[in-house]
Protein backbone atom coordinates (compact mmCIF):
# COMPACT_ATOMS: atom_id res chain seq x y z
CA UNK A 1 0.00 0.00 0.00
CA UNK A 2 1.56 3.17 -1.35
CA UNK A 3 1.49 5.83 1.73
CA UNK A 4 -0.78 8.71 0.43
CA UNK A 5 0.71 11.64 2.74
CA UNK A 6 2.10 13.90 0.29
CA UNK A 7 5.36 15.06 2.75
CA UNK A 8 6.71 17.11 0.00
CA UNK A 9 4.11 18.47 -1.95
CA UNK A 10 3.84 22.51 -1.77
CA UNK A 11 -0.12 21.97 -0.75
CA UNK A 12 0.76 18.81 1.43
CA UNK A 13 0.74 21.39 4.92
CA UNK A 14 -2.22 23.84 4.20
CA UNK A 15 -4.18 23.47 7.46
CA UNK A 16 -7.05 21.64 5.54
CA UNK A 17 -5.02 19.16 3.64
CA UNK A 18 -2.57 18.64 6.81
CA UNK A 19 -5.96 17.65 9.08
CA UNK A 20 -7.19 15.33 5.92
CA UNK A 21 -4.29 13.64 5.89
CA UNK A 22 -3.81 12.91 9.57
CA UNK A 23 -7.84 11.82 9.69
CA UNK A 24 -6.98 9.63 6.58
CA UNK A 25 -3.93 8.17 8.64
CA UNK A 26 -5.41 7.26 11.54
CA UNK A 27 -8.81 6.19 9.66
CA UNK A 28 -6.33 3.53 7.59
CA UNK A 29 -6.85 0.55 9.91
CA UNK A 30 -3.12 0.41 9.56
CA UNK A 31 -0.27 1.85 11.92
CA UNK A 32 2.35 2.28 9.50
CA UNK A 33 3.15 2.42 5.79
CA UNK A 34 6.78 2.91 4.12
CA UNK A 35 7.20 5.93 2.46
CA UNK A 36 8.62 5.18 -1.16
CA UNK A 37 10.97 7.80 -1.88
CA UNK A 38 12.47 7.93 0.99
CA UNK A 39 12.11 4.16 2.34
CA UNK A 40 11.42 5.74 5.41
CA UNK A 41 8.69 3.65 7.90
CA UNK A 42 6.07 6.33 8.94
CA UNK A 43 4.44 5.74 12.18
CA UNK A 44 1.59 7.93 13.07
CA UNK A 45 -0.35 6.23 16.38
CA UNK A 46 0.31 8.17 19.94
CA UNK A 47 1.12 5.11 21.69
CA UNK A 48 3.55 3.64 19.21
CA UNK A 49 5.48 7.35 18.57
CA UNK A 50 5.43 7.82 22.64
CA UNK A 51 6.87 4.12 23.09
CA UNK A 52 9.89 4.49 20.96
CA UNK A 53 10.94 7.94 21.91
CA UNK A 54 11.01 6.70 25.08
CA UNK A 55 14.14 4.83 24.19
CA UNK A 56 13.34 1.64 26.59
CA UNK A 57 13.82 -0.86 23.87
CA UNK A 58 16.90 -1.96 22.59
CA UNK A 59 15.52 -2.43 19.08
CA UNK A 60 15.45 1.37 18.75
CA UNK A 61 18.31 3.26 18.14
CA UNK A 62 18.84 7.11 18.06
CA UNK A 63 22.95 6.92 16.32
CA UNK A 64 21.25 7.95 13.03
CA UNK A 65 18.99 10.32 13.88
CA UNK A 66 20.70 13.48 13.11
CA UNK A 67 21.83 11.84 9.75
CA UNK A 68 20.85 13.60 6.77
CA UNK A 69 17.86 11.94 5.11
CA UNK A 70 19.71 12.00 1.78
CA UNK A 71 21.53 8.83 1.89
CA UNK A 72 25.34 9.03 2.52
CA UNK A 73 26.61 7.02 -0.57
CA UNK A 74 25.16 10.35 -2.64
CA UNK A 75 27.29 12.12 -0.31
CA UNK A 76 30.55 10.25 -0.99
CA UNK A 77 30.05 10.99 -4.78
CA UNK A 78 29.72 14.08 -4.89
CA UNK A 79 33.65 15.69 -4.24
CA UNK A 80 32.22 19.32 -3.77
CA UNK A 81 30.75 17.66 -0.60
CA UNK A 82 33.93 16.11 0.70
CA UNK A 83 35.74 19.10 2.69
CA UNK A 84 32.85 19.59 4.93
CA UNK A 85 31.92 16.01 5.19
CA UNK A 86 36.06 15.45 6.26
CA UNK A 87 35.10 18.05 9.09
CA UNK A 88 31.27 16.78 10.54
CA UNK A 89 33.29 13.19 10.69
CA UNK A 90 35.34 14.30 13.77
CA UNK A 91 31.81 15.84 15.65
CA UNK A 92 31.15 13.62 18.64
CA UNK A 93 28.05 12.88 19.49
CA UNK A 94 26.69 15.03 22.25
CA UNK A 95 22.45 14.75 22.19
CA UNK A 96 20.02 13.92 19.94
CA UNK A 97 22.41 11.30 18.51
CA UNK A 98 24.06 10.21 21.80
CA UNK A 99 22.82 7.57 24.22
CA UNK A 100 23.97 5.74 27.35
CA UNK A 101 26.50 7.55 29.51
CA UNK A 102 27.56 9.65 26.98
CA UNK A 103 24.61 11.46 27.00
CA UNK A 104 23.88 11.68 30.78
CA UNK A 105 27.08 13.36 31.00
CA UNK A 106 25.83 16.07 28.56
CA UNK A 107 22.03 15.88 30.00
CA UNK A 108 24.13 16.59 33.43
CA UNK A 109 25.98 19.87 32.60
CA UNK A 110 23.44 21.34 30.23
CA UNK A 111 20.88 21.51 33.87
CA UNK A 112 23.66 21.69 36.79
CA UNK A 113 22.61 24.47 38.83
CA UNK A 114 24.24 27.74 38.38
CA UNK A 115 24.91 29.68 35.36
CA UNK A 116 22.69 29.53 32.37
CA UNK A 117 21.37 26.50 32.99
CA UNK A 118 18.15 24.97 30.97
CA UNK A 119 16.50 23.88 34.05
CA UNK A 120 12.59 24.10 34.09
CA UNK A 121 13.30 26.48 37.16
CA UNK A 122 15.76 28.74 36.26
CA UNK A 123 14.34 29.75 32.88
CA UNK A 124 12.84 32.62 34.19
CA UNK A 125 15.55 34.02 36.01
CA UNK A 126 18.31 32.90 33.19
CA UNK A 127 16.29 33.68 30.38
CA UNK A 128 13.44 35.67 30.59
CA UNK A 129 14.89 39.55 30.20
CA UNK A 130 16.65 38.47 27.88
CA UNK A 131 13.51 36.79 25.47
CA UNK A 132 11.75 39.78 26.77
CA UNK A 133 13.77 42.60 25.36
CA UNK A 134 14.28 40.53 22.42
CA UNK A 135 10.73 40.25 21.51
CA UNK A 136 10.25 43.86 22.20
CA UNK A 137 13.28 44.53 19.68
CA UNK A 138 11.50 42.42 16.77
CA UNK A 139 8.27 44.36 17.48
CA UNK A 140 9.72 47.83 17.19
CA UNK A 141 11.18 46.96 13.90
CA UNK A 142 7.66 45.53 12.82
CA UNK A 143 6.02 49.12 14.50
CA UNK A 144 8.21 50.91 12.77
CA UNK A 145 7.63 49.82 9.06
CA UNK A 146 4.04 51.23 9.26
CA UNK A 147 0.84 49.90 7.68
CA UNK A 148 2.67 48.28 4.79
CA UNK A 149 2.17 44.91 4.41
CA UNK A 150 5.13 42.90 5.85
CA UNK A 151 6.59 38.70 5.97
CA UNK A 152 6.26 38.32 9.11
CA UNK A 153 9.02 35.75 9.36
CA UNK A 154 11.64 37.70 8.18
CA UNK A 155 10.86 40.68 10.33
CA UNK A 156 9.92 39.42 13.42
CA UNK A 157 9.96 35.47 13.72
CA UNK A 158 13.18 34.56 12.38
CA UNK A 159 15.56 37.52 14.04
CA UNK A 160 13.57 36.57 17.28
CA UNK A 161 14.59 32.60 17.39
CA UNK A 162 18.52 33.94 15.85
CA UNK A 163 18.79 36.61 18.57
CA UNK A 164 17.45 34.46 21.06
CA UNK A 165 19.67 31.24 20.24
CA UNK A 166 22.48 33.32 19.83
CA UNK A 167 22.81 35.26 22.97
CA UNK A 168 22.11 32.20 25.08
CA UNK A 169 25.24 30.18 23.34
CA UNK A 170 27.48 33.29 23.26
CA UNK A 171 27.49 34.53 19.97
CA UNK A 172 27.60 38.42 19.23
CA UNK A 173 24.82 40.31 17.56
CA UNK A 174 27.21 40.47 14.05
CA UNK A 175 26.83 36.47 14.30
CA UNK A 176 22.69 36.45 14.18
CA UNK A 177 23.04 36.37 10.25
CA UNK A 178 25.30 33.22 10.00
CA UNK A 179 23.06 31.91 12.80
CA UNK A 180 19.60 31.66 10.26
CA UNK A 181 22.04 30.38 7.76
CA UNK A 182 23.73 28.04 9.49
CA UNK A 183 20.31 26.15 11.15
CA UNK A 184 18.58 26.57 7.57
CA UNK A 185 21.73 24.00 6.18
CA UNK A 186 20.96 21.61 9.18
CA UNK A 187 17.30 21.30 8.73
CA UNK A 188 17.55 20.86 4.51
CA UNK A 189 19.87 18.42 5.49
CA UNK A 190 17.80 16.55 7.96
CA UNK A 191 14.35 16.63 6.53
CA UNK A 192 15.08 17.05 2.34
CA UNK A 193 16.23 14.67 -0.25
CA UNK A 194 18.93 16.70 -1.39
CA UNK A 195 20.40 17.27 -4.96
CA UNK A 196 24.22 17.54 -5.82
CA UNK A 197 24.17 21.29 -5.07
CA UNK A 198 21.71 20.80 -2.21
CA UNK A 199 24.10 18.75 -0.66
CA UNK A 200 27.33 21.17 -0.82
CA UNK A 201 25.32 24.11 0.97
CA UNK A 202 24.01 21.94 3.38
CA UNK A 203 26.90 20.50 4.55
CA UNK A 204 29.23 23.21 4.15
CA UNK A 205 26.36 25.71 6.41
CA UNK A 206 26.51 22.76 9.39
CA UNK A 207 30.44 22.53 8.57
CA UNK A 208 30.32 26.04 9.71
CA UNK A 209 28.36 25.74 12.46
CA UNK A 210 30.17 23.46 13.99
CA UNK A 211 33.60 24.97 13.47
CA UNK A 212 31.76 28.24 14.88
CA UNK A 213 30.87 26.33 17.97
CA UNK A 214 33.98 24.67 18.74
CA UNK A 215 36.00 28.09 18.62
CA UNK A 216 33.64 30.15 20.85
CA UNK A 217 34.11 26.77 23.10
CA UNK A 218 38.14 26.82 22.34
CA UNK A 219 37.61 31.07 23.65
CA UNK A 220 35.24 30.33 26.59
CA UNK A 221 38.01 27.88 27.83
CA UNK A 222 40.53 30.33 27.62
CA UNK A 223 38.22 33.31 28.94
CA UNK A 224 34.92 31.97 30.43
CA UNK A 225 31.91 34.48 29.90
CA UNK A 226 27.84 34.13 30.76
CA UNK A 227 26.53 31.98 28.34
CA UNK A 228 25.79 28.77 27.61
CA UNK A 229 29.47 27.65 26.56
CA UNK A 230 30.92 28.63 29.54
CA UNK A 231 28.45 27.20 31.47
CA UNK A 232 28.57 23.59 29.86
CA UNK A 233 32.79 23.72 29.81
CA UNK A 234 32.56 24.52 33.88
CA UNK A 235 30.37 21.71 34.39
CA UNK A 236 32.41 18.99 32.93
CA UNK A 237 32.51 19.06 28.65
CA UNK A 238 35.68 19.54 26.85
CA UNK A 239 36.02 21.69 24.25
CA UNK A 240 34.49 18.95 21.24
CA UNK A 241 31.92 18.06 23.38
CA UNK A 242 30.52 21.21 24.50
CA UNK A 243 31.09 22.64 20.81
CA UNK A 244 28.65 19.49 19.11
CA UNK A 245 26.26 20.48 22.01
CA UNK A 246 26.07 23.98 21.07
CA UNK A 247 25.70 22.72 17.43
CA UNK A 248 22.40 21.19 18.08
CA UNK A 249 20.65 22.95 20.69
CA UNK A 250 21.36 26.32 18.47
CA UNK A 251 20.01 24.42 14.75
CA UNK A 252 17.41 23.06 17.42
CA UNK A 253 16.32 25.96 19.36
CA UNK A 254 16.15 28.38 16.11
CA UNK A 255 14.05 26.21 13.52
CA UNK A 256 11.59 24.86 15.45
CA UNK A 257 10.67 28.07 17.49
CA UNK A 258 10.23 29.70 15.15
CA UNK A 259 8.26 27.65 12.95
CA UNK A 260 6.04 26.62 15.81
CA UNK A 261 6.15 30.92 16.08
CA UNK A 262 5.02 31.14 12.27
CA UNK A 263 2.17 28.60 12.69
CA UNK A 264 1.17 29.61 15.82
CA UNK A 265 0.00 33.09 14.35
CA UNK A 266 -1.20 32.05 10.73
CA UNK A 267 -4.05 30.31 13.41
CA UNK A 268 -4.50 32.94 15.91
CA UNK A 269 -4.85 35.68 12.78
CA UNK A 270 -7.43 33.07 10.90
CA UNK A 271 -10.81 33.73 11.15
CA UNK A 272 -10.84 29.95 13.58
CA UNK A 273 -8.22 31.41 15.58
CA UNK A 274 -9.00 35.22 16.08
CA UNK A 275 -11.06 34.51 19.56
CA UNK A 276 -8.14 33.47 20.92
CA UNK A 277 -6.09 36.06 19.59
CA UNK A 278 -8.31 38.08 21.19
CA UNK A 279 -8.49 36.62 24.46
CA UNK A 280 -4.89 37.09 24.80
CA UNK A 281 -6.12 40.27 25.93
CA UNK A 282 -6.59 38.32 29.44
CA UNK A 283 -3.07 36.77 30.48
CA UNK A 284 -4.19 33.75 31.93
CA UNK A 285 -5.40 32.11 28.62
CA UNK A 286 -1.84 31.69 27.62
CA UNK A 287 0.06 29.18 29.45
CA UNK A 288 -2.81 26.87 28.36
CA UNK A 289 -3.25 28.16 24.46
CA UNK A 290 0.81 27.96 24.04
CA UNK A 291 0.68 24.03 25.32
CA UNK A 292 -2.39 23.36 22.28
CA UNK A 293 -0.30 25.46 19.98
CA UNK A 294 3.06 23.53 20.69
CA UNK A 295 0.45 20.40 20.27
CA UNK A 296 -1.47 21.77 16.77
CA UNK A 297 0.70 24.20 15.52
CA UNK A 298 4.31 22.47 16.19
CA UNK A 299 6.74 23.44 13.64
CA UNK A 300 8.43 19.96 14.06
CA UNK A 301 6.20 17.72 12.68
CA UNK A 302 8.75 14.53 12.89
CA UNK A 303 11.45 12.80 13.98
CA UNK A 304 13.91 10.30 12.69
CA UNK A 305 14.97 6.28 14.81
CA UNK A 306 16.48 3.49 13.32
CA UNK A 307 15.46 0.15 14.04
CA UNK A 308 18.55 -1.93 15.37
CA UNK A 309 16.45 -4.82 15.28
CA UNK A 310 12.65 -6.18 14.24
CA UNK A 311 10.31 -3.25 16.42
CA UNK A 312 7.34 -4.30 17.09
CA UNK A 313 4.20 -1.48 17.21
CA UNK A 314 1.32 -2.01 19.29
CA UNK A 315 -1.23 -3.74 16.89
CA UNK A 316 1.53 -6.34 15.92
CA UNK A 317 3.24 -4.47 13.20
CA UNK A 318 6.68 -5.58 11.98
CA UNK A 319 9.37 -2.69 11.47
CA UNK A 320 12.65 -4.70 9.31
CA UNK A 321 15.55 -3.89 11.45
CA UNK A 322 17.80 -1.54 9.72
CA UNK A 323 14.96 0.54 8.72
CA UNK A 324 14.80 3.93 9.37
CA UNK A 325 11.50 5.28 10.93
CA UNK A 326 10.03 8.76 10.64
CA UNK A 327 7.76 9.48 14.19
CA UNK A 328 4.81 11.77 12.98
CA UNK A 329 4.69 13.85 15.52
CA UNK A 330 2.29 16.32 14.35
CA UNK A 331 -0.09 12.94 13.67
CA UNK A 332 0.34 11.49 17.01
CA UNK A 333 -0.56 14.86 18.57
CA UNK A 334 -3.62 14.45 17.07
CA UNK A 335 -4.92 11.04 17.72
CA UNK A 336 -8.09 11.09 18.25
CA UNK A 337 -7.78 7.40 20.27
CA UNK A 338 -5.76 9.97 22.81
CA UNK A 339 -7.44 13.64 22.07
CA UNK A 340 -11.22 14.74 22.02
CA UNK A 341 -11.42 16.85 18.64
CA UNK A 342 -7.83 16.59 18.04
CA UNK A 343 -7.84 19.44 15.21
CA UNK A 344 -9.06 22.02 17.79
CA UNK A 345 -7.25 24.20 20.63
CA UNK A 346 -9.23 23.23 23.68
CA UNK A 347 -8.03 24.61 27.30
CA UNK A 348 -9.48 21.57 28.97
CA UNK A 349 -6.75 19.10 28.16
CA UNK A 350 -5.20 18.64 31.80
CA UNK A 351 -8.44 18.46 32.96
CA UNK A 352 -9.37 15.72 30.63
CA UNK A 353 -6.46 13.72 31.52
CA UNK A 354 -5.50 13.93 27.72
CA UNK A 355 -1.61 12.88 27.61
CA UNK A 356 0.98 15.39 26.74
CA UNK A 357 2.03 16.56 23.02
CA UNK A 358 5.03 14.22 21.92
CA UNK A 359 6.37 17.75 19.78
CA UNK A 360 9.36 17.68 22.74
CA UNK A 361 9.83 13.85 22.90
CA UNK A 362 9.86 11.74 25.71
CA UNK A 363 12.27 9.90 28.31
CA UNK A 364 15.51 10.67 28.27
CA UNK A 365 15.77 12.02 25.17
CA UNK A 366 12.88 14.72 25.85
CA UNK A 367 14.14 18.49 24.28
CA UNK A 368 16.81 19.96 26.27
CA UNK A 369 15.38 23.67 25.39
CA UNK A 370 11.52 22.98 25.70
CA UNK A 371 11.51 25.51 28.31
CA UNK A 372 13.11 27.76 26.71
CA UNK A 373 11.02 27.44 23.32
CA UNK A 374 7.42 27.35 25.50
CA UNK A 375 9.06 31.01 27.07
CA UNK A 376 9.83 32.32 23.93
CA UNK A 377 6.75 31.18 21.74
CA UNK A 378 4.64 32.82 25.12
CA UNK A 379 6.63 35.82 25.06
CA UNK A 380 6.17 36.48 21.61
CA UNK A 381 2.16 36.09 21.66
CA UNK A 382 2.09 38.49 24.70
CA UNK A 383 4.25 41.01 23.43
CA UNK A 384 2.40 40.88 19.58
CA UNK A 385 -0.90 40.80 21.11
CA UNK A 386 -0.25 43.82 23.41
CA UNK A 387 1.40 45.76 20.17
CA UNK A 388 -0.67 45.14 17.67
CA UNK A 389 -3.91 43.93 18.52
CA UNK A 390 -4.89 44.81 14.87
CA UNK A 391 -2.90 42.56 13.13
CA UNK A 392 -4.02 40.90 10.43
CA UNK A 393 -2.92 37.92 7.50
CA UNK A 394 -2.94 40.07 4.21
CA UNK A 395 -4.57 38.51 2.74
CA UNK A 396 -6.66 37.72 5.67
CA UNK A 397 -7.87 34.09 3.78
CA UNK A 398 -5.16 32.40 1.29
CA UNK A 399 -2.50 30.20 0.10
CA UNK A 400 0.68 29.97 2.40
CA UNK A 401 3.48 28.26 0.79
CA UNK A 402 5.55 25.39 2.89
CA UNK A 403 8.76 24.62 2.64
CA UNK A 404 8.92 20.93 1.49
CA UNK A 405 10.27 19.09 4.99
CA UNK A 406 9.60 15.54 5.63
CA UNK A 407 10.40 16.79 9.60
CA UNK A 408 9.21 20.53 9.73
CA UNK A 409 6.30 22.07 8.73
CA UNK A 410 7.49 26.00 7.99
CA UNK A 411 6.16 28.94 6.11
CA UNK A 412 8.27 30.16 3.85
CA UNK A 413 6.67 33.53 4.74
CA UNK A 414 3.80 34.89 6.45
CA UNK A 415 2.63 38.32 5.51
CA UNK A 416 0.84 40.49 7.56
CA UNK A 417 -0.17 43.83 7.96
CA UNK A 418 0.06 45.88 11.17
CA UNK A 419 -3.11 48.32 12.25
CA UNK A 420 -1.71 50.16 15.06
CA UNK A 421 -0.83 49.68 18.98
CA UNK A 422 -2.87 49.64 21.97
Known amino acids: MPLSFPFTQPDAYQPEALARNYDALHSSGVSSLREQTTGLYAIWKYDDV ?19 LTPMARFAANPAAWPSLAHLVTVPAATANAHGQQHEEVRRAVFAQGG ?6 ATTLAFGELIARRA ?4 DDLASRGGATNDFAAVFARPLAAGVISAIVGFGAQDEWRVQQWSDAQTAL ?8 GQKVGVRGLSDLSRACRALAKARAASPASDLASHLLAHGLDVRR ?15 SYGTLLN ?9 GRSWWDGLAHEDSLPDLVTELIRVETGLIGWKRLAAKDVRLSDGTLIPAGSQM ?11 DRFTEPHRIRRDRAERKEPKPLTFGTGPHLCLGREVARAEISVALSVLRHRFPGMVLQPPTGWFRYDPDYLFRTPVSLPVRVHGED
Do not use: C, H, W
Not at 190 to 197: K, M, S
Not at 326 to 336: T, Y
Open 264 to 272: SMRFLLSAE
Open 50 to 68: EQILKGADDSVSNKTTLNP
Open 136 to 139: QAAA
Open 242 to 256: AGATLMNIMAAGYST
Open 116 to 121: LSLRLD
Open 190 to 197: LGRPLDRR
Open 326 to 336: LLMLGAANRDP
